[in-house]
């Protein structure tokens, strides 16, 4: 058998974690908080869901109206 050395046999672990963590760096969202109000009165909107725009990606307004949301990149 051959001999390897410490660094040889981290090598296919190492490459596998730099292609994961550059997966991940394409893979960014941001998050979307924000208020459901009517328009007549200005009033909190509970229970409204708030959808991001050609997805299915979506949440629903708390007794406040608030909501929070992440966003794919790209998404609208």
């Known amino acids: 058998m051959?001999?390897?050395n410490k660094?040889?046999?981290m090598l296919p672990f190492l490459l596998a974690m730099l292609l994961w963590l550059s997966g991940q760096a394409?893979?960014?969202s941001r998050t979307v908080t924000g208020t459901v109000k009517d328009a007549g009165?200005?009033?909190?909107?509970?229970?409204?869901?708030?959808l991001?725009?050609?997805t299915t990606v979506g949440t629903?307004?708390?007794v406040n109206g608030n909501f929070?949301?992440?966003?794919?990149?790209?998404?609208?």
Request: charged share 20%.
């Open 41 to 50: 009165d200005d009033s909190a909107l509970p229970g409204v869901n708030v």
């Open 60 to 62: 629903i307004s708390d």
């Open 52 to 54: 991001v725009k050609g």
């Open 2 to 4: 051959k001999n390897y």
């Open 26 to 28: 394409f893979a960014q």
């Open 68 to 76: 929070s949301i992440n966003v794919p990149d790209g998404g609208s």
């Open 7 to 9: 660094a040889t046999r």
